[in-house]
């Protein structure tokens, strides 16, 4: 697992547009720890001001695709996708 996090209130953009960029391109990542809270199973109502660390860390962190057989080519694609949304 590979984790990234972005402060995306500072680029301006959202989590979910930087995974629709990505997997446009064909490179799926994932949400990474959805606060427990977050789960129908803990439907409280909780005052989520009491949580700021896990909603920046959920808003602002995702894992991307790791495994065996990844490429030095196809890490070097990955990098320059993610440069290349981060730089519009």
């Known amino acids: 697992m590979f984790l990234i996090s972005i402060n995306f209130s500072k680029i301006r953009s959202t989590k979910n547009k930087f995974l629709k960029f990505l997997k446009n391109k064909k490179i799926f ?3 990474h720890y ?3 809270y977050k789960f129908k199973l803990f439907n409280q109502k909780l005052n989520i001001n009491s949580y700021k660390g896990a909603e920046f ?3 602002n962190t995702l894992s991307l695709p ?8 196809s890490q070097k694609n990955i990098i320059n996708k993610i440069k290349s949304f981060l730089n519009k």
């Open 29 to 31: 990542c994932q949400y």
């Open 34 to 36: 959805i606060p427990i």
């Open 57 to 59: 860390y959920y808003k």
């Open 66 to 73: 790791i495994f065996y057989d990844l490429k030095v080519a």
